[in-house]
């Protein structure tokens, strides 16, 4: 039996081929909200289960020392662009897999934005067996909501949840036409289907590539105003409570629709927010030096709004944490910040970054892991499912997290294609040490020397 070290400031990221081997993992604090857990145990993990505190070790075995880490259930992501098929020059479902398993994450719901849209049922299941042929990450399909992203002909939403997809968006193409929502929302009832919003209307913003305020001004650049998205949040809660649909904000970064989500969700209606880390953690003075890299859609707002995103965050109005990771090529990010694509990755870095919020003491360690693992899988109602390792049905995926790991993000520690990160140069504090996925440990920082 070998111990496998993890942990050294130098420590190198290795991806490690499926295999069944199982590892053993001592002495760790597992943390699983869903499952009101946290203590310490000994974890086995293999593809036949995780199982704590086993009486019977098989040998051979992997052993790894849990000492100061956390054992959590593989995180949830609710919005990823991984591109494929269309756009593999920013990313593919392997690369992809690849940055997720360095974020600790196992399952990511992926937009419809291809080219062609994930708007037929051929195209979700292509999306679970490239995933699998490639032996990457778990994948959920957010289908098109209407053929082509185009906001005019809705798609056939029950062929698209029998071929496996959760739930229903036209991601950064939001459903403006009141009447075609409203029909969209009563086919997401019907079908028990989610509807995810990016919720912008973009008649009020353009598509401009900033928010509109001292920043945009100070750079010579129009804005767009921030309460583009709230508008369009009221218009779809008032929708969603008539209808009685399940509906998500992506990426929900103002004041304004944080409050008309709070009261939605007093009044009982089926309403969920997410944040993503950068929304969190910065503010749209990060533009000032015109670096493409903090140009995302959303765009970074005020930091009234971003103070109104942690207190929600505290106060349990977000569900979820989630990147809205969205690869760019390295020349198409280097065209001016006007010209330059929406968008930013994420997949590496959201854990530490939620881990600011803890470290602050601003939420505690069983609400920061919730918020990637219980907290999504309420909102796809795959509790049980996915976000636990307790279970018959919970998937045998878990990663190892060294809360105190202080690192600094800068290209050789992010694993997808793009490097298109507004946390380039900074440290975090909380880092993914191990990821597995069904069982068999597929990345580790493991010490060259070990």
Not at 267 to 272: E, I, L, T, Y
Request: glycine share 8%; proline share 6%; aromatic share 6%.
């Amino acid at each position: 039996m070998t111990k496998q070290p993890l942990m050294s400031s130098q420590d190198t990221a290795q991806f490690i081929p499926p295999d069944d081997r199982p590892t053993l993992i001592t002495r760790v604090r597992v943390i699983d909200p869903s499952a009101q857990i946290d203590t310490y145990h000994d974890v086995l993990v293999s593809p036949e289960g995780i199982e704590f505190d086993p009486l019977d070790v098989p040998d051979p075995i992997v052993r790894i020392d849990g000492d100061g880490l956390w054992a959590v259930p593989g995180l949830i992501d609710l919005q990823v662009h991984f591109r494929q098929p269309g756009f593999e020059h920013k990313e593919t479902l392997e690369s992809g897999s690849r940055a997720a398993l360095a974020g600790g994450v196992t399952t990511c719901v992926v937009m419809p934005n291809t080219k062609p849209a994930l708007d037929t049922p051929e195209a979700v299941r292509f999306q679970h067996e490239e995933s699998q042929r490639v032996h990457g990450v778990r994948i959920l399909v957010a289908a098109a909501a209407t053929r082509g992203l185009a906001g005019e002909e809705l798609t056939d939403y029950g062929a698209l949840h029998a071929a496996g997809a959760p739930a229903i968006t036209d991601d950064g193409f939001p459903v403006l036409d009141d009447a075609l929502m409203e029909r969209s929302l009563e086919l997401c009832a019907e079908h028990d289907l989610l509807f995810m919003q990016h919720a912008e209307d973009t008649k009020m913003t353009g598509h401009r590539p900033m928010t509109e305020g001292p920043t945009s001004q100070a750079l010579n650049i129009e804005g767009q105003p921030a309460d583009a998205e709230g508008v369009m949040v009221e218009r779809d809660i008032a929708l969603t409570e008539k209808l009685g649909a399940r509906y998500h904000v992506l990426h929900c970064s103002t004041a304004r629709s944080l409050r008309a989500v709070r009261s939605a969700k007093a009044r009982g209606a089926k309403v969920s927010c997410e944040a993503s880390p950068h929304h969190l953690l910065l503010t749209d003075e990060a533009c000032a030096g015109g670096d493409t890299n903090f140009k995302m859609n959303p765009p970074l707002r005020s930091e009234a709004d971003r103070q109104a995103l942690v207190e929600a965050l505290m106060d349990g109005t977000v569900n979820a944490v989630a990147t809205d990771h969205a690869p760019h090529a390295s020349a198409e990010k280097a065209q001016s910040f006007a010209d330059a694509p929406f968008g930013v990755i994420g997949l590496e870095t959201a854990f530490a970054a939620l881990l600011s919020f803890f470290h602050e003491r601003k939420i505690d360690s069983r609400a920061a892991v919730a918020l990637m693992t219980a907290g999504p899988a309420g909102v796809l109602q795959r509790e049980g499912e996915l976000g636990t390792m307790v279970g018959e049905r919970a998937p045998r995926d878990l990663c190892l997290v060294d809360p105190m790991m202080k690192w600094m993000v800068d290209e050789t520690t992010l694993f997808g294609q793009a490097k298109n990160s507004p946390f380039l140069g900074r440290t975090f504090r909380g880092r993914v040490v191990a990821t597995f996925v069904d069982g068999r440990l597929r990345y580790a920082l493991t010490n060259p020397q070990g």
